[in-house]
């Protein structure tokens, strides 16, 4: 079976959902304006407790260094992020979230939350429940490709 366009549907749902995010955040204090790229980062520090180099946001990413040190950069001057020593290297720093970038997360994760709510009201439990599945799906087939990559 042919899939039809799936990917093209799959990159205007994802400008759709960040269009109308930036949309309904742009009256909040203190913005909420973050990219898809720095909630990303955001994401990977989040759940590292020491921190991350910027070579490990990159790789797990599948982004270059450079284009993770911008927006490494950018966000510890929006004041997110911070830069700590590394404890086992002292010429490294790690990147870690600060306060303001734990409460800024959450506070997208809430907002997310809701618009994806509101983007499928209307769509009966099962059907939702298969779309996650289906995206899971996807996850894991990437998983499965880069495994098969690495070996040939």
Same mark, same amino acid.
């Given at each position: ?7 093209m ?6 400008d759709?959902?960040?269009e109308?995010?930036? &949309? ?5 204090r ?34 270059? &260094?450079?284009a ?21 290297d ?13 409460e800024?997360h ?7 939350g809701?618009?994806?709510?509101k ?14 599945e289906?995206l ?7 998983e499965?490709?880069?495994k ?5």
């Amino acid at each position: 079976m042919k899939t039809p366009n799936v990917w093209m549907k799959l990159f205007q749902a994802t400008d759709i959902i960040r269009e109308l995010h930036d &949309r309904e955040n742009r009256g909040e204090r203190p913005p909420l304006q973050t990219t898809l790229a720095e909630a990303k980062v955001m994401g990977c520090v989040l759940f590292s407790p020491d921190g991350c180099s910027v070579k490990e946001i990159a790789d797990r990413l599948g982004i270059t &260094r450079g284009a993770v040190s911008q927006i490494v950069e950018k966000m510890v001057r929006k004041g997110p992020l911070v830069r700590v020593p590394d404890e086992k290297d002292r010429r490294a720093v790690r990147i870690t979230l600060s306060r303001d970038g734990l409460e800024r997360h959450k506070r997208l994760i809430l907002s997310f939350g809701k618009l994806t709510e509101k983007l499928l009201e209307g769509v009966p439990p099962e059907k939702i429940q298969i779309f996650a599945e289906v995206l899971d799906h996807l996850i894991a087939s990437k998983e499965k490709i880069q495994k098969q990559e690495t070996k040939q």
